[in-house]
């Protein structure tokens, strides 16, 4: 089992930033791929990020060369830094962890969810 608690989030001003971090339990976190969604009022739940096991990382075109998502397996800790803000970044964002090893941008393959952390950005 792991359970994973999402912070971090807050209202930011259009071109700024914010880091979201991902507190997870379970021993075996670290072999498990995570991955970052965002779901906005009315719409359906978005990928935002995906991140291996050792680190590497994929994006949609929405937040390329402006989102990082990262991890420290050693602290069981998950990261997603977002920079250059805009107003349609507006959401809640989520932490998902699959036990699959493998990246994957589909929410259904995740197992494990957060419980949301809201990011306002404002213009």
């Known amino acids: 089992q792991v359970q994973l608690v999402e912070s971090g989030g807050g209202l930011v001003q259009a071109g700024g930033s914010l880091r979201l971090s991902c507190a997870a339990s379970g021993r075996t976190f670290s072999s498990y791929a995570v991955g970052w969604f965002r779901q906005a009022l009315g719409k359906e739940r978005e990928f935002v990020a995906a991140?291996?096991?050792?680190?590497?990382?994929i994006y949609p075109d929405s937040v390329r060369g402006r989102f990082t998502g990262s991890r420290d397996n050693a602290k069981n800790m998950v990261y997603l830094q977002m920079n250059s803000l805009k107003p349609e970044d507006t959401a809640v964002y989520y932490c998902?962890?699959?036990?699959?090893?493998?990246?994957?941008?589909?929410?259904?393959?995740?197992?494990?969810w957060g419980q949301g952390t809201q990011v306002t950005v404002s213009s």
């Open positions: 991140i291996s096991w050792s680190g590497g990382a």
């Open positions: 998902a962890a699959t036990f699959r090893s493998t990246m994957t941008t589909t929410p259904m393959r995740y197992d494990y």
